[in-house]
């Protein structure tokens, strides 16, 4: 019962937790910086879409 609620709030996620520990501290860091990478992009693309013209942004959609 301790184990899976230190699991659980290592995770941050509902029972994501006890997933990372099987992946193992390495991966999990990578999975960390890929998972910063796409909101960091998507965060860009927010920008970008503001930027670009409502015309422009219609032929996209």
Do not use: D, N
Request: charged share 30%; no cysteine; hydrophobic share 35%.
């Amino acid at each position: 019962m301790i184990a899976r609620s230190t699991a659980t709030s290592k995770g941050g996620g509902g029972g994501g937790g006890h997933i990372f520990r099987k992946i193992g501290r390495r991966s999990v860091m990578k999975a960390r910086r890929v998972v910063g990478r796409v909101q960091q992009e998507a965060a860009h693309l927010e920008v970008m879409k503001r930027w670009i013209p409502t015309s422009v942004k219609r032929e996209v959609e």
